[in-house]
């Protein structure tokens, strides 16, 4: 998909004081990793649904579509993440065979999602690893489709504990993980096998064939994976672009061939399937680019994903056309542009790329700004533009600021705070619902329509979307001319068992909770931790602190009380009084003035009573925490 990780187009590695952030563990540091999913079951309101909400762990919505024979020998397909999201994909391709009790496990790519507004201190979602724990010696490889950090992002909180398994990548893709593998220097070194466009390669049971395939970033792969039970697809994020900048038409005649020969299941991406006729190419986008560089009056600022490398290619080839030179912005568009020019994708000039520093040398109609933050993320290069936190660029009036970027759902409120904060320092601003300035990465309706037309596959499972995504394709396959119940439609944990004769869903799901990485702690963060930040956040703390005298049981002195995000206690001196004689009067009643007492019970009681009279005075519950000192 064409939106990689908000680090990828944030600096989000810097988002943390210290080595608190989520990228760039201490060399002396160790991450740790812990599946969230006992904290979650400690919460009698279930774990979070994939918005952040808390819901009851069922799965009666996806019932077996088909019979199911328990003990055939059968391909099973378990999304882990991608499915009822966008981003952190990853799915098991796991051969079941009976009749030697055994199985062969092959894992597509391991990607991170970014946390919803209500998971306070979360820097990174990344799927759920728990089926696997007990399973690493059956992993015979992991394969990457392409180098979008919601694909590969989430391998270093993982790997050892896949066991370091061969991995399978394209040159840029393999680039980008070893680049983002240089900030875990405490892991072991990667085994890469670099595969190009028709390669095939045996992994266990399993033959991988790599096909090229267009998306918004090169060496994208879609896998036809031959199987004991048929031959599946995978067709990775994609898009037919017959007129691609610095990239390869899709391989169409391939493609038919596989249809050709057959083809038991295809998992589609579904991204663009609520979006009627095709996406647009990357050329079709070059007039108004081009367009607006020459028109600008001053700098010209773009934000985008990092690793949009053909878009990057694109505004550098525009800017060096009207002798403009590129400042490259940010963390991860910096290591992106590395590596992407080491391997030849990206092509400049000699002079072309100069430091922010060197900007100041150049006027201002000569400078092309090259930056992250379309998704407006806290830490990237265009929100510290706009808050005045950049160290060495500030923006000035007669700037021209490009969004080429779609929005991602869920952002849509921060990018609009975004702008208006850009809008303030008199720059103009565009984005592509003004101007066709941004090309997406997922084909829209015809194009996965064209997809199945050219592979013809028996089953179909919608994979990479939110679930009206999914719903969307599967309503593209009805009207295709497949059968309904030969289409599934489910979300991460369900388990697809697939035979040549039928496609059905396990009534039981596997673990797929969300594990949440904050600083170096991966999976220690819960949905009980989760529901205090966020108590924290809507109501504040309101913290007590009682002398209580050993031998008679009473409190000493008055009680004293902290507040944090609650109120302001110089304002509120009538409540405070009342509060301290609730405690005290809690206590005192508690110890029938002897000692000692059930320390539990009293805060219990605290809690409970001080809880009611601060509701009944001010309509909020902050979270209460007493305090006990016996003496």
């Not at 099973?76 to 009822?84: A, C, D, H, Q, S």
């Amino acid at each position: 998909m064409n939106q990689p990780y908000r680090p990828h187009s944030g600096d989000r590695q810097n988002n943390r004081q210290g080595n608190r952030h989520s990228g760039r563990p201490s060399n002396s540091g160790k991450l740790f990793f812990r599946s969230s999913t006992n904290q979650d079951n400690e919460n009698p309101r279930g774990p979070r649904n994939l918005r952040g909400n808390f819901v009851p762990k069922t799965n009666e919505e996806y019932q077996d579509t088909g019979p199911k024979v328990p003990q055939q020998n059968c391909l099973r397909i378990i999304p882990l993440g991608g499915l009822g999201e966008v981003g952190r994909n990853m799915t098991v391709i796991e051969w079941r065979d009976y009749d030697k009790d055994d199985r062969d496990i092959l894992l597509i790519d391991a990607g991170v999602r970014f946390p919803e507004e209500d998971m306070p201190g979360i820097d990174l979602l990344i799927p759920n690893i728990k089926y696997l724990e007990d399973k690493t010696d059956k992993i015979s490889g992991l394969v990457f489709t392409h180098g979008h950090f919601d694909h590969i992002g989430a391998l270093p909180y993982m790997l050892e504990q896949i066991g370091n398994p061969m991995i399978y990548a394209a040159p840029l893709t393999k680039g980008l993980i070893i680049k983002r593998h240089e900030e875990f220097k405490q892991l072991p070194k990667l085994m890469i096998d670099e595969i190009r466009n028709g390669d095939k390669r045996k992994i266990g049971v399993f033959e991988v064939e790599f096909i090229h395939i267009n998306h918004s970033i090169p060496d994208d792969m879609a896998l036809l994976i031959k199987t004991p039970a048929g031959n599946i697809m995978c067709t990775s994020d994609f898009k037919f672009d017959h007129n691609p900048v610095i990239d390869k038409p899709a391989e169409i005649e391939r493609l038919k061939k596989i249809g050709d020969d057959g083809l038991l299941l295809v998992m589609s991406d579904s991204t663009g399937a609520e979006e009627p006729g095709h996406s647009i190419s990357e050329s079709d986008i070059q007039a108004n680019l081009e367009k607006l560089i020459q028109d600008a009056p001053g700098r010209v600022i773009v934000g985008m994903f990092a690793s949009a490398i053909n878009r990057v290619q694109q505004i550098i080839a525009i800017s060096e056309k009207f002798n403009r030179k590129v400042v490259v912005e940010g963390f991860s568009m910096k290591a992106a542009v590395e590596v992407s020019k080491v391997l030849g994708y990206i092509k400049t000039k000699k002079g072309t790329l100069i430091s922010a520093s060197e900007s100041n040398k150049y006027p201002d109609s000569k400078i092309t700004i090259l930056g992250t933050g379309g998704q407006g993320e806290e830490n990237a290069v265009l929100m510290r533009l706009a808050t005045h936190r950049h160290k060495q660029l500030e923006l000035k009036k007669g700037d021209t600021i490009i969004f080429s970027s779609s929005i991602i759902p869920g952002n849509e409120r921060t990018i609009q705070q975004l702008k208006d904060n850009l809008l303030r320092h008199g720059v103009k601003v565009y984005n592509y619902r003004m101007l066709d300035i941004h090309a997406g990465g997922h084909g829209h309706q015809e194009d996965l329509m064209y997809m199945l037309e050219l592979v013809r596959p028996k089953f179909l499972m919608p994979v990479h979307g939110q679930l009206s995504m999914l719903f969307a394709m599967k309503d593209l396959g009805i009207r295709f001319g497949m059968k309904e119940e030969n289409i599934v439609v489910v979300e991460n944990g369900n388990v697809v068992r697939v035979t040549a004769d039928q496609i059905s869903v396990d009534k039981k799901p596997v673990p797929a909770e969300m594990v949440m990485v904050d600083g170096l702690g991966v999976g220690d963060v819960g949905s009980v931790v989760l529901r205090d930040r966020q108590m924290l956040a809507e109501d504040g703390m309101f913290m007590v602190v009682a002398v209580v005298d050993s031998k008679t049981g009473r409190v000493r002195g008055s009680p004293d009380i902290i507040s944090r995000g609650f109120i302001y206690l110089r304002d509120n001196k009538q409540m405070l009084l009342d509060a301290r004689m609730i405690i005290r009067k809690v206590i005192e009643g508690a110890t029938g003035g002897e000692h000692p007492f059930n320390d539990a019970l009293v805060k219990d009681e605290i809690r409970e009573r001080l809880g009611q009279f601060l509701f009944q005075k001010t309509h909020r519950r902050p979270m209460i925490l007493p305090v006990l000192i016996q003496v």
